[in-house]
């Protein structure tokens, strides 16, 4: 088991397109494990292979929601087969920490996928789940909720996670410096 790193917006590697799984086998089985381990450690209802630098098509999710769709659940080479309806949800994103705004997403939808065993399953998802859904799929397709926003919203957001991230690395530059 490993926990990865969780890339930030705009990390151009979160632009990468997710290319199908050939098969599923015991490295994909260790990935998705890989995946759930740091879903969990960075409190997230989901995650995409992308944001952890693996540009394959797999997700992980699991709603901290009572009754029937409180389960781990995988989903490898997704398709969006109907989708019905539109409605705002105030979205976040562990690429994005510390924003959450809200996009225009389908109210229902149908999806296809592969379970972490390989073996094919379809499901009908309608809030929290449904959103759940199109979001991870978008990170698949290299796209971010940000996108989905006013460009100066977008922009705001940009300059203010790369100011985090500046003053985030002075500490290593200090060590650097002291080394030297
Ligand atoms: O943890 C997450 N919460 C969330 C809340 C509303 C809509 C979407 C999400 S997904 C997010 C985890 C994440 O970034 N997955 O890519
Ligand atoms: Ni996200």
Same mark, same amino acid.
């Given at each position: 088991?490993?926990?990865?790193?969780?890339?930030?917006?705009? *990390?151009?590697?979160?632009?990468?397109?997710?290319?199908?799984?050939?098969?599923?086998?015991?490295?994909?089985?260790?990935?998705?494990? *890989?995946?759930?381990?740091?879903?969990?450690?960075?409190?997230?209802?989901?995650?995409?292979?992308?944001?952890?630098?693996?540009?394959?098509?797999?997700?992980?999710?699991?709603?901290?929601?009572?009754?029937?769709?409180?389960?781990?659940?995988?989903?490898?080479?997704?398709?969006?087969?109907?989708?019905?309806?539109?409605?705002?949800?105030?979205?976040?994103?562990?690429?994005?920490?510390?924003?959450?705004?809200?996009?225009?997403?389908?109210?229902?939808?149908?999806?296809?996928?592969?379970?972490?065993?390989?073996?094919?399953?379809?499901?009908?998802? *309608?809030?929290?789940?449904?959103?759940?859904?199109?979001?991870?799929? *978008?990170?698949?397709?290299?796209?971010?909720?940000?996108?989905?926003?006013?460009?100066?919203?977008?922009?705001?957001?940009? &300059?203010?996670?790369?100011?985090?991230?500046?003053?985030?690395?002075?500490?290593?530059?200090?060590?650097?410096?002291?080394? &030297?």
């Amino acid at each position: 088991m490993a926990i990865y790193e969780i890339l930030h917006f705009p *990390d151009p590697r979160l632009r990468q397109k997710a290319k199908p799984v050939q098969v599923v086998d015991a490295e994909i089985q260790q990935l998705v494990a *890989d995946m759930f381990e740091t879903m969990y450690a960075a409190k997230g209802i989901g995650l995409a292979a992308v944001q952890i630098n693996v540009p394959l098509q797999v997700i992980v999710m699991h709603l901290n929601k009572e009754g029937e769709e409180n389960r781990p659940i995988c989903f490898i080479n997704p398709e969006i087969i109907h989708r019905e309806g539109t409605m705002p949800w105030e979205e976040g994103c562990l690429s994005v920490p510390g924003f959450y705004e809200n996009v225009q997403r389908a109210e229902r939808i149908r999806v296809r996928a592969l379970d972490r065993e390989g073996n094919p399953f379809e499901l009908n998802a *309608d809030g929290l789940l449904g959103v759940c859904i199109q979001h991870e799929m *978008d990170h698949l397709n290299g796209k971010l909720f940000v996108d989905h926003l006013s460009f100066l919203k977008r922009s705001r957001i940009q &300059s203010k996670l790369q100011k985090q991230a500046r003053l985030g690395q002075l500490p290593k530059l200090d060590a650097q410096k002291q080394a &030297s």
